[in-house]
């Protein structure tokens, strides 16, 4: 996986942000697909990049007036640091660690309990213990 890495300054403090540079994928955090595991609203997994098409252009959010960037090349503005689902950014501290973006080939698991089952069924081939979800949300 190519990854973009940057180091910037977030709230005062040196921060590495990194991304897969694929922006044709990016929903934004809080619109991305995702579909609800239980009952409980916080129990839920962004659906992966094979279960949706191309994510909208401009998917209508901003941060500080930036909007979603049309490539890796304008990476890293506000939108991507503070609105992208698919940018990390490291904790405070840790900017000289090395750091993931988000891997989007499957389902991510809010809930880390979640994510780590499917991670190691995911090692010994074996489906997704989680299920398929109670419903598909989207914006």
């Avoid at 239980?38 to 252009?57: H, I, M, Q, V």
């Avoid at 990390?88 to 840790?94: A, F």
């Avoid at 081939?125 to 398929?132: I, K, L, Q, S, W």
Wanted: net charge negative; with cysteine; hydrophobic share 30%.
């Amino acid at each position: 996986m190519t990854t973009h890495e940057k180091l910037i300054t977030f709230c005062g403090q040196p921060a590495k942000v990194a991304c897969d540079g694929k922006c044709h994928k990016a929903w934004g955090r809080d619109g991305r697909p995702r579909v609800l595991l239980s009952n409980e609203d916080d129990d839920y997994a962004w659906l992966a990049d094979d279960e949706l098409g191309a994510a909208p252009l401009d998917p209508g959010t901003y941060e500080g007036g930036d909007g979603k960037p049309l490539s890796a090349a304008e990476f890293p503005n506000r939108w991507c640091v503070r609105a992208c689902e698919r940018c990390s950014k490291s904790m405070p501290g840790e900017s000289h660690l090395p750091l993931e973006p988000r891997d989007f080939s499957h389902r991510f698991y809010n809930f880390g309990k979640r994510r780590d089952d499917a991670d190691e069924a995911r090692a010994r081939g074996e489906p997704d213990p989680n299920g398929p979800g109670v419903r598909v949300l989207r914006p």
